[in-house]
C-alpha cells in the first residue's frame, strides 16, 4: 500500500466516522430525552393518584388540630365529675386518642409538618396541665381557667394549621 492509497482510504474513512459519532451522539441524546418523558409521565400518574389521598391527610390534620385547640376542646368535653384531675386526664385522654386515631396520616405528611403538628399536641397538653396545677378544686373551675389562661396566647393548633396551609399552598 502507498501512502497515496492510504491516504484515499483515510479520506473515504473519515466522513463514515463522523457519520457514526454524529449518529451516536443523537441516539445518545433521543434516548435520555424519551427517559427524561418516561420519569415525567410516570410522576404525573403518581402524583395524579396520590394528591387526593395527601390533601385528605392534610384535611384530617386540619380536623385533629381543630379539634384539640383548647376552646374547642373544652367546649365539646364536659366534666363528668367535680374532680379535677379526673377531668385534666380526660382532656388529655381525648388528645391522645384523637393523636392516635390520625397517626398513620404521616407516611402522607412532610417530616418538618409533622413534627410541627407533634409540637402543637405536647404544648396543648402541657397548657392543660400547668393550667391543672392551679389551686382550683373543682372541673368546672378548671374548665375556666384552662379557658382564661390560654385566652390571650396564640393556641399552637393554630400556629400548625397555618403551617398546615402554607405546606398545602406549596402542593400547587
Do not use: C
Not at 10 to 31: E, I, N, Q, R, S
Not at 89 to 105: A, K, M, P, R, Y
Not at 132 to 139: F, G, I, L, Q, R
Amino acid at each position: 500500500m502507498t501512502g497515496e492509497s492510504i491516504l484515499q482510504m483515510f479520506g473515504f474513512l473519515l466522513p463514515a466516522v463522523v457519520t457514526g459519532v454524529v449518529a451516536f451522539y443523537f441516539f445518545k441524546m433521543h434516548t435520555k430525552n424519551e427517559e427524561g418523558r418516561r420519569r415525567y409521565l410516570l410522576h404525573k400518574d403518581s402524583q395524579a393518584s396520590t394528591l387526593p389521598i395527601r390533601l385528605q391527610a392534610y384535611e384530617r390534620m386540619a380536623l385533629f388540630l381543630e379539634r384539640i385547640s383548647i376552646p374547642n376542646l373544652v367546649v365539646r368535653i364536659a366534666p363528668k365529675s367535680a374532680d379535677k384531675a379526673a377531668y385534666e386526664n380526660l382532656l388529655i385522654q381525648s388528645i391522645e386518642n384523637e393523636f392516635d386515631h390520625n397517626l398513620s396520616q404521616q407516611i402522607y405528611l412532610t417530616d418538618e409538618l409533622w413534627n410541627v403538628i407533634k409540637a402543637a399536641k405536647s404544648a396543648t397538653v402541657q397548657m392543660i396541665r400547668k393550667a391543672a396545677m392551679s389551686e382550683t378544686d373543682s372541673a368546672d373551675k378548671l374548665r375556666e381557667d384552662i379557658l382564661t389562661e390560654t385566652m390571650d396566647k396564640t393556641s399552637p393548633s393554630a400556629t400548625a394549621l397555618s403551617f398546615v396551609k402554607k405546606e398545602i399552598g406549596n402542593l400547587w
